[in-house]
């Protein structure tokens, strides 16, 4: 665990206070959701699906290493990259 100085007070916290994980991941993957649903993934001799699954995994994985890098200073309230 790291502790990190806000740029905006001074204060020192921990990194535990990064911005909401859960409501990021489902924003992600719902828009990976809804483009991979626009497009066909070929499957060889087994035919082709539609992209939504592999879309909803990726955009949902890709939002949340995101929000992983914000973080919110429980003194002041500023959000930064760390």
Request: charged share 10%; proline share 4%; aromatic share 8%.
């Amino acid at each position: 665990m790291a502790v990190i100085r806000c740029k905006g007070c001074t204060q020192e916290f921990n990194s535990e206070h990064h911005l909401v994980d859960a409501g990021a991941l489902a924003a992600g993957a719902l828009v990976g959701a809804w483009m991979g649903s626009e497009i066909g993934l070929a499957g060889g001799p087994w035919g082709a699906m539609a992209g939504t699954v592999p879309g909803a995994v990726v955009g949902g994985l890709l939002a949340y290493l995101g929000i992983r890098q914000l973080v919110k200073c429980p003194h002041c309230d500023k959000v930064f990259f760390v």
